[in-house]
């Protein structure tokens, strides 16, 4: 992946992206899914609005580690959108939101561009400043939300205050997102891929087919999208035909309709993460068999001699390594974490590689078939 540098020239620079702002969730009970999150994920109370606030229809907690802000928003109404959006989703994501220097001209770029608008740019004020707000659809009922905040200093958004409490797990290492990952339905990934080029300046620097990207019984092709600095990278899959039911289309069926498939989190030691959030009740997928391990000289190639991290422990947690020309990368999958198999979570540790361990597709899949095979879905 040498020409990495060269491929992101190619994108264009009429949306600068300075990051990820923030990932909101709609769920059916933010109270409790804020418990869950620190708890099991190691996040801590940040900020909160609701009833005691002055926002009577809603109520969201911003929780954080690190770069990462997860806001979780639950409606306080039967007939609130959000609502809807739980009723056909389950517990979901519903936003994806960047920040950005200038959130007018980025509603501008993308909806003259093709993006259908979901809000107009918006001031929101306190005493702490204001803010710029604006926001695009994307795949599904999935959102983009464009956020400038130079001109704010409160913790999170005008009408969050902060929030602590008596109950603070401590953080398990998770530093920012690396990459979320959409669905989309059958044909439709290069329509998406498009709408990231066009709508919204992205490259895609990485591809698999479904030759690539199989096991014995179903299959799936990915395209990974990058905006021009890097550090928003969004893969899009769309589900291929196999003997089975790809793992992609469960999604859809229980999802139904194209959506945020998983957001990798990056740790700098995932044995250590890992570890605590198995201890602390988050259900990963299960290891790959022993010859996966064995195998683990030949898969890493030149890169063997840099391997830091002993190779027993890593079959005990069950994490996944691969390479590529660059180095190294450790991950994890965690199993859903609603009820609905839906939306998980990957922990990645990145050693100088940065593909997206495209050597342990067939290992990962087979261990979401053993998941689908149990829910009667493969
Ligand atoms: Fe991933």
Same mark, same amino acid.
Request: aromatic share 12%.
């Given at each position: 992946?040498?020409?990495?540098?060269? @491929?992101?020239?190619?994108?264009?620079?009429?949306?600068?992206?300075?990051?990820?702002?923030?990932?909101?969730?709609?769920?059916?009970?933010? $109270?409790?899914?804020?418990?869950? =999150?620190?708890?099991?994920?190691?996040?801590?109370?940040?900020?909160?609005?609701?009833?005691?606030?002055?926002?009577?229809?809603?109520?969201?907690?911003?929780?954080?580690?690190?770069?990462?802000?997860?806001?979780?928003?639950?409606?306080?109404?039967?007939?609130?959108? @959000?609502?809807?959006?739980?009723?056909?989703?389950?517990?979901?994501?519903?936003?994806?939101?960047?920040?950005?220097?200038?959130?007018?001209?980025?509603?501008?770029?993308?909806?003259?561009?093709?993006?259908?608008?979901?809000?107009?740019?918006?001031?929101?004020?306190?005493?702490?400043?204001?803010?710029?707000?604006?926001?695009?659809?994307?795949?599904?009922?999935?959102?983009?939300?464009?956020?400038?905040?130079?001109?704010?200093?409160?913790?999170?958004?005008?009408?969050?205050?902060?929030?602590?409490?008596?109950?603070?797990?401590?953080?398990?290492?998770?530093?920012?997102?690396?990459?979320?990952?959409?669905?989309?339905?059958?044909?439709?990934?290069?329509?998406?891929?498009?709408?990231?080029?066009?709508?919204?300046?992205?490259?895609?620097?990485?591809?698999?087919?479904? $030759?690539?990207?199989?096991?014995?019984?179903?299959?799936?092709?990915?395209?990974?999208?990058?905006?021009?600095?890097?550090?928003?990278?969004?893969?899009?899959?769309?589900?291929?035909?196999?003997?089975?039911?790809?793992?992609?289309?469960?999604?859809?069926?229980?999802?139904?309709?194209?959506?945020?498939?998983?957001?990798?989190?990056?740790? +700098? +030691?995932?044995?250590?993460?890992?570890?605590?959030?198995?201890?602390?009740?988050?259900?990963?997928?299960?290891?790959?068999?022993?010859?996966? =391990?064995?195998?683990?000289?030949?898969?890493?190639?030149?890169?063997?001699?840099?391997?830091?991290?002993?190779?027993?422990?890593?079959?005990?947690?069950?994490?996944?390594? +691969?390479?590529?020309?660059?180095?190294?990368?450790?991950?994890?999958?965690?199993?859903?974490?609603?009820?609905?198999?839906?939306?998980?979570?990957? @922990?990645?540790?990145?050693?100088?590689?940065?593909?997206?361990?495209?050597?342990?597709?067939?290992?990962?899949?087979?261990? @979401?078939?053993?998941?689908?095979?149990?829910?009667?879905?493969?």
């Amino acid at each position: 992946m040498e020409n990495l540098e060269k @491929i992101f020239e190619g994108a264009q620079d009429f949306l600068p992206l300075l990051g990820t702002d923030y990932v909101e969730l709609y769920v059916g009970n933010a $109270k409790q899914a804020a418990h869950y =999150y620190k708890t099991a994920f190691g996040f801590q109370s940040y900020a909160y609005a609701g009833l005691e606030t002055g926002v009577s229809d809603k109520v969201s907690y911003v929780l954080k580690q690190d770069k990462i802000r997860l806001v979780l928003t639950t409606p306080l109404t039967s007939d609130s959108a @959000i609502n809807h959006h739980i009723v056909k989703h389950g517990d979901a994501v519903k936003v994806i939101a960047l920040w950005v220097e200038d959130a007018t001209k980025a509603f501008e770029e993308t909806t003259k561009r093709g993006a259908k608008p979901y809000f107009e740019p918006i001031i929101e004020k306190d005493a702490y400043g204001e803010t710029v707000r604006s926001g695009i659809h994307t795949y599904g009922e999935t959102v983009h939300i464009f956020v400038e905040r130079k001109n704010y200093h409160g913790i999170f958004l005008p009408g969050f205050q902060a929030h602590t409490s008596e109950y603070n797990p401590t953080e398990v290492g998770l530093k920012y997102i690396d990459h979320m990952v959409g669905n989309v339905g059958w044909n439709e990934m290069n329509t998406w891929v498009k709408w990231y080029e066009e709508v919204m300046g992205f490259v895609n620097f990485l591809s698999f087919d479904d $030759k690539q990207i199989h096991t014995e019984y179903s299959a799936l092709m990915s395209k990974v999208m990058s905006n021009g600095n890097g550090r928003i990278k969004f893969p899009i899959n769309e589900p291929a035909k196999g003997k089975k039911k790809s793992q992609i289309e469960e999604y859809l069926d229980f999802y139904e309709s194209a959506g945020v498939q998983h957001i990798a989190v990056a740790t +700098d +030691d995932i044995i250590t993460t890992v570890t605590q959030m198995q201890q602390r009740g988050v259900e990963f997928l299960s290891a790959p068999p022993a010859s996966y =391990y064995q195998a683990i000289p030949q898969r890493l190639g030149k890169h063997f001699g840099l391997l830091k991290e002993d190779i027993q422990t890593l079959e005990k947690l069950g994490i996944l390594i +691969d390479a590529d020309e660059d180095g190294y990368l450790l991950q994890i999958f965690t199993k859903p974490v609603q009820d609905r198999p839906t939306l998980f979570f990957e @922990i990645i540790q990145r050693m100088g590689a940065k593909g997206f361990g495209a050597g342990n597709f067939k290992a990962l899949f087979e261990s @979401i078939e053993r998941e689908q095979a149990k829910r009667g879905t493969l």
